[in-house]
């Protein structure tokens, strides 16, 4: 009968909504929605529900567009999102809510005349499940500006940056989980410049280097995690020129390699000793990977000439195994 109700009305009054209407689930007495309409226009409060009967949203009209508070809510009742519409677009304060009642996001939306334009505007904070700050900043004309803040799950300070008109702009740091700083580099106007460096998580130096117009530039080293100098690449115009070292300090070969000199650190006139043989050894100009294809002719001791293929690089000394 409750089904019956809007049709009556509409026949009685010409077929022109007016009013609360209730509308529900097919084949069940449960309410789905609750509506008001004025000259078939929606206009005035309504709520919507689940299957359950638990309020799934709730809000208001007024002349068929959305206008004020309009909330949504998870299965349990929890709500899940708070936010704010004008003239049916989003506008003004925002906030968004994990199943557990967190605070997930909180934020201001700017409307731009479209939902497509509709964008953060001011403060933002976004938080874990667990209560933590995720993420905090500014948004001005739709873009960071200003100060930025992110976090790991454990409260540490995970990224701190500086936007300007949305690009980054001065010093951007990242830290490991355990407070310990990751990487630090400089920006100018959304381009890398300046010193920059990464260690390890035990906070031993892994990298240091220097941008010049977002290209390197200068002298490149990386470290092991003993704090050991790895490799020095000198940048001017491209590679100009590479040294490498082993855990222990001492200076070893590495690629791009140069043939000749490959050939005078691994190999004796182009032959090598194995044993108490020596070998003949054919090689091969290096790939584009920096590895050497090299073969080892030798005589069978039945007679006959033997063959052996290997490929090593300008670390590794040349091995018959």
Request: charged fraction near 30%; aromatic fraction near 16%; glycine fraction near 10%.
């Amino acid at each position: 009968m409750k089904k019956l109700l809007p049709l009556l009305l509409l026949i009685l009054i010409g077929c022109s909504k007016n009013g609360v209407y209730e509308t529900y689930y097919e084949d069940s007495n449960q309410l789905k929605r609750i509506e008001t309409y004025k000259d078939d226009i929606l206009d005035g409060p309504f709520k919507q529900f689940y299957e359950d009967g638990t309020i799934h949203q709730e809000g208001n009209y007024s002349s068929g567009s959305l206008n004020g508070p309009f909330k949504f809510y998870y299965k349990n009742g929890q709500l899940k999102e708070h936010k704010t519409y004008m003239n049916g677009e989003i506008e003004g304060p925002y906030k968004s809510y994990y199943k557990n009642g967190q605070l997930k996001k909180e934020g201001t939306y700017k409307d731009e005349g479209t939902y497509k334009d509709t964008q953060w505007d001011g403060f933002y904070k976004s938080y874990y499940e667990n209560g933590q700050v995720r993420e905090e900043g500014t948004y001005k004309d739709k873009q960071w500006d200003g100060p930025y803040k992110s976090y790991h799950k454990n409260g540490k300070l995970k990224e701190e940056r500086t936007y300007k008109n949305g690009k980054l702009d001065g010093t951007n740091k990242s830290y490991y989980d355990n407070g310990k700083l990751e990487e630090e580099r400089t920006y100018k106007n959304g381009v890398e410049e300046g010193p920059y460096k990464s260690y390890y998580k035990n906070g031993i130096l892994e990298r240091e280097t220097i941008y010049k117009n977002g290209k390197l530039d200068g002298p490149n080293k990386s470290y092991y995690d003993n704090g050991q100098l790895k490799k020095v690449v000198i940048y001017k115009n491209g590679v100009s020129s590479i040294e490498c070292f082993d855990r222990n300090g001492v200076e070893m070969y590495c690629g791009p390699c140069d043939l000749d000199k490959f050939r005078n650190v691994v190999i004796t006139n182009n032959r090598i000793v194995y044993g108490d043989r020596l070998y003949n050894v054919e090689v091969d100009s290096p790939n584009k990977s920096g590895y050497f294809d090299y073969r080892v002719v030798y005589w069978e001791r039945t007679g006959g000439l033997g063959y052996k293929f290997f490929r090593s690089n300008c670390s590794e000394t040349l091995k018959l195994n």
